[in-house]
């Protein structure tokens, strides 16, 4: 425990509180772990080194201690979809995996050094390999071509062992493919596709097919269509077919036997999340009748064990509200990535006989102490047209602090990216950092959310900058009608999809006193025709078609909405950004000088779409409390770098 948490509490004001919880202490514990699975007795993840510019490397253990497989120079990810997920594969003594720097698979044998396998100008995700006697024949992957960067093209393909070239296409009939699995004995692949417009959570088809010698043979479409999202086919031992659909209204689990697809134990509960990147793994079938599944109730996650055949289910009584990649060591155990309210994310063995946890590695120790530590409180609200929304409220939290009386403390309501996508209770360093100086923060899951069933997702359709508005304008004017939050001190923050709403939120209304836009959108017809191939096509459901639309564009497009903006303006970018490009914050910028907003601009060299160099995430943090600290007018306990706002008037 500190000295300051021993002593009495100091009282200053909100926002100026000293926390533990740097922002160089922050972006040197940003680790996450993805793509966990488990291979000939071993469990490979990716994990990210913030000593390597936040390069992601790929780790393997078998008892004893974690080790790196792949040498430092190599970076671990995939740019399929531009998000990316699923980069390796790991068959026998061999790992192929994508290196960022050039697309290429690589193929890193126990004890040798990585050597390029594929092309150039192709991108693989979501590989499977397929068994062969004595050992692997080829490996099926999701290949992305860009030869034709104008004409990007999408199609599951086979490459031979030992691998050499682009890969024989086995299926190009559709705009996107995922989830190639194989039945045990390697004769049967099942996999899902889509086409424009649809994204994969508005609607997909599951194929099956027979894999032969020269190719797919049979394939039928067995589930999903144009309103059905299916994703994560499994096949059991017994030659069932399981997949995750949303037929019901929300993501559940089902069977495919002889009789037909049914569903293995019905709730109103989210059994997946929009598949946002490749190798969502949602549920483990152990074999023996039973399955895990991961379930998400009011934004919480939990996991039962199931009975397929009975359709009843376990909950585990478990010390975590978050799992994803949830993989198979044997019968009894599952290993999973899982998040907590008040410990960093972990990696985690669990013996579902006794729900016991063993954690196997951990996202680094939190600076801060238990009493620290702001946890999420869910809230339902009130919003526009008699809806109700969901939201997580953290309240300013530090033991060595408290205000001065009489006070409110400042709020900040943050919005996720997607905007299909959510926010959740597990511990984030990122609410953290501003709970412990003394803000409250609102994180919103405002309708079109996942995590809610299809109905709420799709709340958003047609409406995104208006429904996503309101929601975030209902939560705060919730927060201060309950006497949570200072009405003259509220700020809106978010990216991508969130920045978006951040600029439409303060041209259209009078709620907020300042507002971070990091990344986000300003000219909707521009992100129409700029952006890549797999959301290319998103608005059309967002906003709707073009060019019938383009009314409707032009009128939820921030740049066209200037005399609104009266509060002043932060705007984050990175320079290599393919998805939201640079000129959608640089024409933002240009304009508000030009009418003497104040803002202040910072764009990052080398960083796409969101911050991976520690460097810059530090920088970013200090700017946005900077930032904070000269609109709201106190000073924060940190020492940080000059921030210019252009045009913000000097303090009284």
């Not at 100091?10 to 488990?38: C, K, M, Q, T």
């Not at 799992?323 to 599952?334: A, G, R």
């Not at 109700?388 to 009489?406: C, I, K, L, Q, W």
């Amino acid at each position: 425990m500190s000295a300051r948490s021993q002593a009495a509490p100091a009282v200053a004001p909100y926002g100026s509180w000293a926390s533990p919880l740097s922002a160089e202490a922050l972006a040197a514990g940003g680790i996450s772990f993805g793509d966990l699975r488990s291979a000939d007795g071993r469990l490979y993840w990716t994990e990210n080194v913030p000593a390597r510019g936040g390069a992601i490397a790929l780790f393997s253990l078998a008892g004893g201690s974690p080790e790196q497989v792949t040498p430092d120079d190599a970076n671990v990810r995939t740019r399929v979809h531009e998000y990316g997920g699923a980069p390796f594969v790991v068959d026998g003594d061999t790992a192929y995996y994508s290196q960022y720097s050039d697309q290429r698979l690589y193929a890193l044998k126990e004890g040798g050094k990585p050597a390029p396998v594929t092309p150039l100008q192709y991108r693989y995700a979501d590989c499977v390999a397929v068994p062969g006697a004595p050992k692997s024949s080829a490996l099926l992957c999701v290949r992305e071509d860009h030869t034709d960067p104008a004409h990007v093209r999408n199609a599951l393909v086979r490459l031979p062992i030992p691998v050499a070239g682009a890969g024989d296409v086995l299926f190009d009939g559709s705009d996107f493919v995922s989830y190639p699995r194989l039945s045990r004995d390697g004769r049967r692949v099942a996999f899902i596709t889509w086409n424009h417009p649809n994204m994969p959570w508005d609607g997909t088809e599951l194929h099956v097919a027979e894999l032969t010698a020269q190719g797919l043979k049979d394939a039928k479409i067995i589930a999903g269509g144009a309103t059905e999202s299916v994703l994560e086919p499994q096949w059991d031992g017994d030659g069932t077919l399981y997949f995750i659909s949303d037929r019901s209204g929300f993501w559940n689990l089902y069977a495919q036997r002889a009789g037909g697809a049914h569903a293995v134990w019905p709730k109103a509960a989210e059994f997946a999340g929009p598949l946002w990147q490749f190798g969502q793994s949602n549920y483990v079938l152990l074999g023996d009748g039973r399955a895990v599944v991961s379930f998400r109730d009011r934004g919480v996650s939990r996991l039962a064990v199931l009975d397929l055949k009975a359709g009843t289910g376990r909950e585990l009584d478990l010390p975590f509200v978050d799992f994803s990649h949830l993989t198979k060591i044997d019968s009894q155990h599952i290993a999973v990535v899982a998040g907590a309210s008040k410990s960093p994310l972990s990696i985690v063995t669990i013996d579902i006989a006794g729900a016991k946890v063993t954690t196997l590695r951990t996202a680094g120790k939190s600076p801060l102490q238990a009493d620290a530590i702001s946890v999420a409180v869910p809230i339902d609200f009130p919003s526009a047209h008699g809806r109700t929304s969901h939201a997580f409220y953290y309240a300013p939290t530090n033991p060595g602090y408290r205000s001065t009386p009489g006070s409110l403390p400042p709020l900040l309501a943050f919005v996720h990216g997607g905007p299909t996508s959510q926010s959740t209770a597990s511990l984030r360093s990122g609410v953290q950092y501003w709970t412990s100086r003394g803000f409250a923060v609102v994180d919103v899951n405002y309708g079109g959310s996942s995590g809610y069933g299809r109905v709420y997702r799709q709340e958003l359709n047609g409406n995104w900058g208006v429904v996503d508005v309101e929601d975030v304008i209902a939560a705060v004017r919730f927060l201060i009608d309950t006497k949570r939050a200072d009405p003259a001190r509220t700020a809106i923050s978010g990216g991508s999809a969130g920045g978006y709403t951040v600029l439409v939120a303060l041209s259209t209304s009078d709620v907020f006193r300042a507002g971070a836009d990091h990344f986000g959108v300003s000219d909707m017809t521009a992100l129409a025709r700029d952006t890549h191939k797999f959301e290319s096509r998103y608005l059309d459901s967002l906003i709707g078609p073009l060019p019938a639309a383009q009314a409707v564009y032009d009128s939820r497009s921030p740049l066209n909405h200037l005399d609104g903006f009266k509060v002043p303006v932060l705007v984050l970018q990175g320079a290599d950004d393919p998805v939201v490009p640079p000129n959608q914050s640089q024409r933002i910028v240009e304009a508000l000088r030009a009418r003497r907003v104040p803002v202040a601009y910072v764009l990052y060299p080398g960083e796409g779409h969101g911050f991976r160099n520690p460097k810059h995430i530090i920088n970013s943090l200090q700017a946005e409390l900077s930032f904070y600290g000269q609109v709201f007018g106190f000073k924060p306990a940190d020492q940080l770098p000059p921030l210019n706002i252009e045009g913000l008037p000097p303090a009284s």
